[in-house]
């Protein structure tokens, strides 16, 4: 047994240990799917963010906004069919399962806040193909 008097080296020793005994505990499935679904539920609500975002900045552009609006109805059904494709039989893959379905739905999610933002970012001055993307303004 290691024993240090009161000293800098007892402290930093006692610290070690404590962050040793955070760092490897393990969590339980359960712990785990439900910082799973944390995650998803935070990139759920940043995509409603640049959702309303978008809508707000195009909010005079009617044509855009039924397009946006359409595009995103769209959009979940494409992710609901994406996680249907890769977890076909969800009720047979134990308990692990609802914990890969909400990291899937993250990623998915995820990507699609990169694409949104776009509309808000704006596309560089000169860009041909930016489409319906506003210049950006320096």
Not at 57 to 76: C, G, H, P, Q
Not at 110 to 135: F, H, P, Y
Request: proline fraction near 1%; aromatic fraction near 10%.
């Amino acid at each position: 047994m290691i024993i240090f008097k009161d000293s800098p080296m007892k402290t930093l020793f006692l610290f070690l240990f404590i962050l040793s005994a955070y760092l490897c505990s393990g969590q339980t499935q359960s712990e785990m799917t439900s910082d799973a679904n944390g995650k998803y539920i935070s990139a759920d609500s940043a995509l409603n963010v640049v959702y309303h975002q978008v809508l707000h900045m195009y909010a005079k552009d009617s044509t855009f906004i039924e397009n946006l609006k359409a595009t995103e109805r769209l959009w979940i059904q494409m992710r609901n069919a994406e996680l249907k494709l890769k977890y076909p039989d969800s009720d047979q893959k134990g308990s692990v399962q609802a914990m890969c379905t909400s990291l899937y739905l993250t990623d998915l999610t995820n990507e699609r806040i990169k694409t949104m933002r776009v509309w808000l970012q704006g596309a560089q001055e000169g860009d041909a193909c930016a489409g319906s993307a506003m210049i950006k303004k320096k």
